[in-house]
């Protein structure tokens, strides 16, 4: 069964400084049919206005992963780090017993355009922990583990039985994915346009697999999605 959630069906929040689509329920969005897929609970499609951006605000038990589009996003937070994010860059947080953090375009003029995900942690109250990865030269045609529960092949290890793989395409390439009969996966798509298992999706659309054995991402032209492999 696939489940689809066209991009203009979303939740919108315009602030001026922000241009933000909920796939589910946020902040005052909130639809009852909409409130997460399995443990993914937030996936936000987010344009930040130049200089703009969140001050210090907390989170706790939420394994938050961010991975840039377009431009680059300035991060702070109570644990120490800091970082400039640029396009292809992924960024992850357990915010376990508490952190806070903030996140500003650092540009002052160019926009910066980022998905934000949040997934539910699989044990509460844990150290918050942060990491980064860059997939800016990743290669096109395949599909690069971003995050999983063990941090297999240099992933970022998180707190949940999840995988976030990064689908990456220059065009006329075709990837698969094989799902057990006790996973699911939901497919954001990104950036451009591509097909999942026959159906085509665009920049914004997203789409929920379950008793499913597999997906087959084809893109003509370049494209990203981000999938998730879920339990």
């Known amino acids: 069964m696939i489940i689809l959630r066209p991009a203009a069906e979303r939740g919108h929040a315009e602030h001026g400084w922000l241009d933000s689509w ?16 399995r443990s993914l609970r937030v996936i936000n499609d987010d344009i930040i206005a130049g200089g703009g951006g969140f001050d210090m605000h907390p989170h706790r038990d939420m394994e938050i992963i961010t991975y840039v589009l377009r431009g680059a996003l300035e991060h702070r937070d109570s644990m120490g780090n800091t970082a400039i994010m640029r396009a292809g860059d992924a960024q992850h947080m357990s915010a376990g017993t508490g ?12 926009p910066v355009h980022l998905l934000q995900t949040w997934i539910l942690p699989a044990r509460k109250g844990i150290t918050p922990r942060y990491a980064e990865r860059s997939f800016g030269n990743a290669a096109a045609g395949q599909l690069h583990c971003i995050a999983s529960p063990t941090g297999r092949d240099g992933s970022i290890p ?74």
């Open 22 to 37: 909920h796939t589910f329920s946020f902040a005052d969005y909130h639809d009852p049919a909409w409130v997460h897929f």
């Open 158 to 231: 998180i707190n949940q039985d999840a995988e976030v793989l990064l689908a990456k395409f220059k065009g006329g390439e075709t990837l698969t994915h094989p799902l057990s009969a006790t996973r699911h996966a939901w497919v954001q798509v990104a950036e451009g346009e591509l097909s999942l298992n026959g159906i085509l999706l665009h920049a914004g659309d997203g789409a929920g697999l379950s008793g499913e054995t597999g997906l087959t991402l084809h893109s003509a032209g370049p494209a990203q999605a981000l999938v998730f492999d879920l339990s």
């Open 99 to 110: 952190v806070r953090h903030s996140e500003f375009n650092y540009s002052p003029s160019e």
